[in-house]
C-alpha cells in the first residue's frame, strides 16, 4: 500500500519542490494478513515500514488505561529510539526484561504484572511487545492474565518471532519441568511484521529465524522449499526482496493453519515438526546452549532421519531436509547428554499423551503426518545417529537402520 498527493498544476508551478517531496515522502509497502480467533479476528501488518502505522492502530484497538510497551534492554537499544518517535504522545510506559530463555519463567511474569501494577495499568491497559520469541511469550501471557486479559499488540524483532511465535496466540513460560508447560492461548489486537527491524539482528539469531521457515517448506509448502534450495545464499545475505517473500509465505502458511486450528486440537499439531527433539534439546542444555531456531533445525534432521528409518520418506526427499537445513550455518554440536535422557525429557512435553511419544514426520516434502508413535529401537537409533555425526552426515553415511 502506497499513498502520495500528487497535484499538476501545483507540479507544473513547483517542479523542484515536487520532486524533494516525493524522494522524502515514505513509501510503505505492506500487506494484511487475516487471522481468526475465537474471541475475533486480527491482522497481520507485514512489509517495510509498518511498524510506522501503530499509532493507528493502538488508536483503532484502544488503550486508554495507557500503552505499556514491554521490551528487553538489548532490544530497546537497538530500536527503543524508533518506537518511542512513532508512539510520539501517547501516553507510554516501558517495561524491560531479560530476553533470554532462562528469564522465560513464571519470576519474570510476577515481576512484569507488578510493574504493571505500579505504573497504573488498569483494564483498559494495552499491552505493546517489542522484541523477540521469549519477550512476545511472557508479554502475551502478562497481557492475557493481568486484570484477567488487556489488549496486546506484538512487533516482533527477529525472524522467529515474525513468522512463528508472535502469531497464532500462544503465551506461556517454562518450568524447570518442561518448556512451555504454563500459559494461555490469548490472540494479539494485531502483529507489526518490519522486516526493517530484522536489520541490526545478529548473523547468528537471523540463521535461527531461518530454520523456522524451512519449517514451513516442509510441512506444507513445497515450492517454498524448491525456493530456499535455490535462494539460500540471498537469504542469508539478507537481500532485501528475497527476505520480504519469505517472510510474507511463512505468515501466510502459519495464518492459515491458526485460523483452522486456532487451540492445536488437529492441524496446528503440524506446526511442531522438529520441535518434539528441539524442546529435549533445551531441556537437558538448561536453554544455555541452543537458540530455539537451531533447536529446531537439529530437531527437524532428527524427525526427517526417523522418518526415513520407518520407511516413511524417501532417503531422498530425508537428505534434501537434511541438506537444505544445514545450509542455514552452523548448528552447535548435538549435546552430550545420553538417549536415555533426551527420552525422558520428551516425556515431559506437553505433546505426549497418556506418556506415548508422538511424532511429526514427513511423508513428502509439503506433507506431514502427526500423531506418529515410533517403535522405541528407531528412536534410540536416530539418536545415537544425531550424537555420531555432524548435521549435514548423509543418511547412507550413517545407515537407514533399514
Not at 512513532?86 to 524491560?96: A, D, N, Q, T
Not at 537434511?322 to 505433546?351: C, E, F, H, I, N
Not at 506415548?356 to 534410540?380: D, H, M, N, S, Y
Request: a positive charge; glycine letters at 10%.
Amino acid at each position: 500500500m502506497a499513498q502520495a498527493i500528487w497535484n499538476r498544476d501545483w507540479a507544473r508551478l513547483c517542479p523542484t519542490l515536487c520532486v524533494t517531496f516525493l524522494i522524502r515522502s515514505v513509501v510503505v509497502q505492506m500487506n494484511k494478513i487475516k487471522v481468526r480467533a475465537a474471541n475475533g479476528s486480527y491482522e497481520v501488518w507485514c512489509g517495510r515500514g509498518v511498524a510506522g502505522q501503530l499509532p493507528q492502530i493502538v488508536k483503532r484497538v484502544g488503550g486508554s488505561g495507557g500503552v505499556f510497551v514491554i521490551s528487553s534492554p538489548r532490544v530497546w537499544q537497538s530500536c527503543g529510539a524508533r518506537i518511542e518517535k512513532i508512539l510520539g504522545r501517547s501516553s507510554k510506559k516501558l517495561i524491560l526484561m531479560d530476553d533470554g530463555e532462562t528469564a522465560k519463567n513464571l519470576s519474570t511474569v510476577e515481576r512484569a504484572c507488578r510493574d504493571l501494577v505500579r505504573a497504573g495499568a488498569d483494564r483498559h491497559a494495552l499491552v505493546v511487545a517489542v522484541g523477540g520469541g521469549v519477550v512476545g511469550d511472557v508479554a502475551g501471557f502478562v497481557a492475557a492474565s493481568y486484570a484477567r486479559g488487556i489488549g496486546l499488540i506484538h512487533i516482533p524483532t527477529t525472524v522467529v518471532a515474525q513468522v512463528d511465535s508472535a502469531i497464532g496466540g500462544k503465551t506461556g513460560v517454562n518450568l524447570p519441568e518442561g518448556k512451555n508447560l504454563v500459559g494461555a492461548f490469548y490472540p494479539a489486537k494485531a502483529v507489526l511484521a518490519d522486516p526493517d527491524l530484522l536489520q541490526t539482528l545478529p548473523d547468528r539469531e537471523f540463521r535461527s529465524g531461518v530454520y523456522e521457515i524451512v519449517k514451513y517448506g516442509v510441512i506444507g509448502d513445497a515450492k517454498l522449499f524448491r525456493f530456499l534450495e535455490e535462494k539460500m545464499d540471498k537469504l542469508l545475505h539478507r537481500d532485501s526482496s528475497t527476505v520480504n517473500f519469505v517472510i510474507e509465505r511463512s505468515i501466510q502458511q502459519k495464518a492459515r493453519v491458526v485460523s483452522k486450528d486456532e487451540h492445536e486440537s488437529g492441524l496446528r499439531e503440524i506446526l511442531n515438526f522438529g520441535h518434539t527433539f528441539a524442546h529435549a534439546l533445551e531441556n537437558v542444555t538448561r536453554y544455555r546452549k541452543f537458540l530455539h531456531g537451531e533447536a529446531v533445525g537439529w530437531g527437524m534432521i532428527a524427525a526427517s532421519r526417523l522418518a526415513a528409518e520407518l520407511g516413511m520418506l524417501t532417503a531422498r526427499d530425508a537428505e534434501r531436509v537434511v541438506r537444505l537445513t544445514a545450509s542455514v550455518g552452523p548448528l552447535p554440536a548435538w549435546p552430550s547428554a545420553t538417549p536415555s535422557r533426551l527420552v525422558a525429557a520428551m516425556q515431559a512435553d506437553k505433546k505426549t499423551r497418556a506418556g506415548q511419544l508422538r511424532f511429526v514426520l514427513p511423508e513428502r516434502i509439503g506433507k506431514v503426518r502427526c500423531g506418529v508413535e515410533v517403535p522405541a529401537e528407531k528412536l534410540q537409533h536416530v539418536l545415537q545417529t544425531c550424537a555420531s555425526g555432524k548435521a549435514s552426515t548423509p543418511l547412507h553415511a550413517v545407515g537407514s537402520g533399514k
